[in-house]
């Protein structure tokens, strides 16, 4: 028995409502899904959500007001009223027709399980965009990837975790900005001896953005993870990489770097061909930049 739950802000989950309702049926599985809107202003994915009350097996529900991305996902589980809890981003869609299926058959594997990501070749998100380049360099991993470190490897747009599991760890609902509260869930999961399995299972991404919205957000992500450094600790990269240098004097030379160089490396990451190291460098240079004026 399965929820599949969804939040949304401002994007239309019809297309993937319908999917899984189809899928649902076909297979004979007991199970719910439930798209819950976080104060979307955008009439028209109101309106195509909104149909998601006509699909079988579906509910849509919205809030008025925007509550953020923790408080959202922890408001669907307590709505959930199936012991297993499937968790999907708005802007993810099954790459296989058996996805539903093959989480009913893993729900035994352990109190988590992770399906993983993919990225279409020809899909919104196109070849040689930061999106995708990042997306695939460090999401798009097979369940055998994601096994040798199952907690850091934990992503939150698609994964599937026991209620009474869910009930006791919870998303961080202090993190109301976009950015590492999947992270922080890992790190919890592990701290607390919760079981992790990846399984492959993926949903593809389907995101959008332009590759200046990606930068805008990874801007906002580092500074909620700014706020949050006494939690995550060394489980983040960045940080763990800025106490290293820190160590040698070497943050404030590294944070100054940011003002100076931020718009050249832009101009890479903004084009068809981004690299990776320098979207690296430059998540690296900011957080020192933004602890140097703290």
């Known amino acids: 028995m399965l929820s599949f739950l969804i939040p949304t802000y401002n994007l239309s989950c019809k297309a993937l409502a319908k999917e899984l309702s189809q899928q649902i049926s076909a297979s004979k599985i ?9 104060g979307s202003t955008n009439a028209d994915s109101l309106a195509d959500n909104a149909c998601i009350d006509s699909f079988e097996h579906c509910r849509f529900i919205r809030n008025n007001k925007n509550i953020g991305r923790s408080r959202i996902r922890n408001k669907l589980a307590e709505t959930a009223q199936f012991p297993t809890l499937v968790f999907l981003d708005a802007d993810v869609f099954p790459t296989h027709g058996d996805f539903v299926s093959y989480y009913a058959k893993a729900s035994c594997m352990a109190d988590t399980v992770c399906g993983g990501m993919k990225y279409r070749l020809d899909g919104p998100v196109k070849i040689g965009k930061l999106r995708y380049v990042v997306g695939c360099d460090s999401e798009s991993q097979t369940a055998d990837s994601r096994s040798k470190a199952p907690y850091k490897c934990f992503i939150s ?21 976009y950015g590492y509260e999947d992270v922080l869930f890992g790190k919890c999961l592990e701290e607390n001896a919760i079981s992790i399995a990846h399984i492959d299972n993926a949903v593809f991404h389907d995101n959008g953005e332009n590759s200046s919205d990606f930068l805008s957000k990874t801007r906002a992500a580092t500074e909620n993870l700014l706020l949050i ?8 990269r960045i940080i763990k990489t800025y106490r290293k240098i820190d160590a040698f004097k070497m943050s404030t030379l590294v944070g100054m770097l940011f003002p100076v160089m931020h718009k050249p490396m832009e101009l890479n990451l903004l084009s068809n061909k981004p690299s990776h190291f320098i979207f690296n460098i430059y998540k690296l240079s900011y957080f020192c930049h933004l602890k140097r004026k703290a």
């Open 30 to 38: 007991e199970a719910e899904v439930i798209v819950m809107d976080d």
């Open 229 to 236: 450094e006494d939690k995550l600790g060394d489980y983040s």
């Open 157 to 177: 747009s698609n994964f599937m975790v026991k209620k009474n599991i869910f009930e006791k760890v919870q998303f961080d609902e202090s993190l109301f900005k």
